[in-house]
């Protein structure tokens, strides 16, 4: 059974960075087999995919984010984290990692299979 946990601070200023990091127990993430995400709900708003790094620590974003947006991995710690750069309260959101189902790249919901539970982060001055 894998299991994501999300941790990080809950409150950023604006035009800072957030970051947060996702520990992953019960699999692997240099696993060939699946790719991780982070994904983001601001409120009253839909799930928004943000981007995903690979078993091979290659990343793909979402075009609307990629010059704020930075994945990476610590493989010896199994956890992966998100860097987001110069926040403003439009990025205030429930932030989720997730585990897809396959080794594809891929920006629908449907395809992931494991979420962690979710933190919430307030841009806020």
């Known amino acids: 059974q894998v299991q994501l946990q999300e941790s990080g601070p809950g409150l950023v200023k604006p035009s800072q960075t957030l970051s947060l990091t996702c520990t992953v127990s019960?699999?692997?993430?240099?696993?060939?087999?699946?790719?991780w995400s982070w994904i983001r709900q601001p409120p009253g708003k839909g799930l928004e995919w943000m981007g995903v790094?690979?078993?091979?620590?290659?990343?793909y974003y979402s075009p609307s984010l990629k010059s704020r947006t930075s994945i990476s991995r610590d493989t010896s710690k199994n956890q992966f984290s998100l860097q987001l750069s110069s926040v403003t309260p439009e990025d205030t959101a429930v932030y989720y990692c997730?585990?897809?189902?396959?080794?594809?790249?891929?920006?629908?919901?449907?395809?992931?299979?494991?979420w962690g539970q979710g933190t919430q982060v307030t841009v806020s001055s």
């Open positions: 790094i690979r078993y091979d620590d290659s990343t």
């Open positions: 019960g699999g692997s993430i240099t696993t060939s087999y699946y790719t």
């Open positions: 997730a585990k897809s189902k396959s080794t594809w790249v891929t920006k629908s919901m449907r395809d992931y299979d494991y």
